[in-house]
């Protein structure tokens, strides 16, 4: 910048970073954005009520007629159809809603109560040992039988 009068050439200088080469912030750093004090806290549980949407309602609609649903004053023939791999994308959502996860672990309860847990990774990467793993529950399964305890299968 130079003055007229002077003829004097200042250099303006950048202000100071304050973070580290990695991005972090500097301790004692001023603090900036953020929400303001006085808003409200709102949440997703909370606009989805204010709004009366419910999410699984949704996901149910997109699954069982493959289009989106309809928003208020929308015409039903401009309706926007989705993709299968949306539909199955929201069906294994509603899964999760519907069906249990499958555990490895076996609680037994005589007398006293023992936790024998299987390391099922192992066994999932070889497809052979998963699928006979799968049969050998099935057929224990349909006989009534439970898996016996592994520290039994040490001795």
Known sequence: MR??????T???VAPVVERTVTGQWLPGH???GGRKPGVKNWNARTLAEAEDCDGLKVLMEVVL???LPLTPGEDP???KKVS???RLKAAISL???TYPKLSATHVTSTGTQTVATYD????MKDPELAHAAQDLAIAMAEQGRVLPDPRSLDD
């Not at 003055?3 to 004097?8: E, L, N, S, T």
């Not at 099922?120 to 066994?123: D, E, I, P, S, Y």
Request: proline share 0%.
């Open 30 to 32: 001023a603090k900036r």
């Open 77 to 79: 023939k401009t309706r």
């Open 95 to 97: 899964a999760e809603y």
């Open 10 to 12: 200042s250099i303006e």
């Open 84 to 86: 299968n791999e949306l």
């Open 3 to 8: 003055d007229k009068d002077a003829g004097i």
């Open 120 to 123: 099922v990774k192992a066994l």
């Open 65 to 67: 007629t493959g289009y």
